[in-house]
Nanobody, 121 residues
Framework: QVRLVESGGGLVQPGGSMKLSCAAS????????MGWYRQAPGKQRELVAS???????NYADSVKGRFTISRDNAKNTVYLQLNSLKPEDTAVYYC???????????????WGQGTQVTVSS
């Protein structure tokens, strides 16, 4: 069984920083694209940042220059460094990964359980 386990999150003041981690565990062949999404109350889930297995990154305009996504392929882990946080960054952050279980089977999208990030003074 494949699981994405997130850590990090919590309460931080505006202008502060935080780091989220997400590790894929279980039995699988490969991990492809990984990313972070977020969902604020009353809003749709949106892509924050994504990273390919080769390290190419993509960011939402709202977080460019403030957030940094990275990954450790040996640990099947993706990170999100959040800097210069704003109250509007408050949301539940979800980890996402495209994982191939075995040869001959297409990859599937898996989600973490979500971690709350609250930016408030």
């Amino acid at each position: 069984q494949v699981r994405l386990v997130e850590s990090g999150g919590g309460l931080v003041q505006p202008g502060g920083s935080m780091k989220l981690s997400c590790a894929a565990s279980g039995t699988f062949l490969s991990v492809y694209d990984m990313g972070w999404y977020r969902q604020a109350p009353g809003k749709q889930r949106e892509l924050v940042a994504s990273i390919t297995s080769g390290g190419s990154t993509n960011y939402a305009d709202s977080v460019k220059g403030r957030f940094t996504i990275s990954r450790d392929n040996a640990k099947n882990t993706v990170y999100l460094q959040l800097n210069s946080l704003k109250p509007e960054d408050t949301a539940v952050y979800y980890c996402n990964a495209a994982i191939k279980l075995r040869i001959g089977v297409t990859s599937y999208n898996y989600w973490g359980q979500g971690t709350q990030v609250t930016v408030s003074s």
